[in-house]
């Protein structure tokens, strides 16, 4: 596989640490969200969804908060850990329905002993 | 059990020269879908199979790129005369009705190069 999200925006933490990714999504008709996880060399995972009838969602150590006022979206990691380093995609479905996703351009979670 | 499996996982080919990649998804699973990923850029939508329903194609960024699912299982997406900025990890990812809500599981993609 190939390493992906060289020029990606970076967010470096201390392991232990809280991190907090953001997104802003684009579709104001999107009514289902996730969050993916992609590792190096590897496809993307699903890590968390949310749907829009909801404002939280929790997951084990990761929780999803959305804000559909201002098209906001972000997932929380708590006690970061060395192997939840990867590059961190939230994807909505727009108004395609549930099954043609849109991707945003992805953060890079940097963890550091 | 076997997740989504694709190849090659690397193919360099010349500019001009046609390409078939491969997918194999989770059997059982209906829907297949294939996106391309450029270096440090998010996923990009190509294309969408579900069970026997004409496909959704409107992601394909030009007609030398095409895609068939034969018998419900297997896909193969073709570029052909393929052009440098094809370059990119594409990824194949598939999902079953019987899931959560479009939960695509990804194949490691294949990386074209095209020099």
């Known amino acids: 596989g190939e390493s992906v999200g060289l020029h990606l925006p970076t967010l470096s933490v201390q392991e232990g640490d809280n991190s907090i990714i953001n997104c802003a999504y684009s579709?104001?008709?999107?009514?289902?969200f996730i969050w993916y996880k992609q590792e190096s060399g590897k496809g993307p995972q699903f890590i968390i969804d949310?749907?829009?009838?909801?404002d939280k969602r929790q997951g084990q150590r990761v929780t999803v908060l959305l804000n559909k006022t201002v098209k906001h979206l972000s997932l929380q990691i708590a006690a970061t850990q060395p192997g939840d380093s990867a590059v961190y995609f939230c994807?909505?479905?727009?108004?395609?329905?549930?099954?043609?996703?849109?991707f945003g351009a992805g953060t890079r979670l940097a963890v550091h002993p | 059990g076997a997740g989504v499996s694709q190849s090659p996982s690397n193919k360099v080919t010349e500019k001009g020269k046609d390409v078939e990649l491969r997918c194999d998804p989770i059997?059982?699973?209906?829907?297949l879908y294939w996106y391309r990923q450029s270096l440090g850029q998010g996923l990009e939508f190509l294309i969408y199979?579900?069970?026997?329903?004409?496909?959704?194609k409107s992601g394909l960024p030009s007609d030398r790129f095409s895609a068939e699912r034969t018998g419900g299982s297997v896909s193969t997406l073709t570029i052909q005369r393929t052009q440098q900025e094809d370059s990119a990890v594409y990824l194949c990812?598939?999902?079953?009705?019987?899931?959560?809500?479009?939960?695509?599981?990804f194949g490691p993609g294949t990386r074209l190069t095209v020099l």
């Open positions: 579709n104001s008709a999107s009514d289902y």
């Open positions: 949310i749907r829009s009838n909801m």
């Open positions: 994807a909505e479905n727009g108004a395609g329905g549930y099954n043609k996703l849109i």
């Open positions: 990812a598939s999902s079953s009705p019987s899931g959560r809500a479009n939960e695509q599981f």
């Open positions: 199979f579900q069970g026997n329903s004409a496909p959704d």
């Open positions: 059997s059982g699973h209906t829907a």
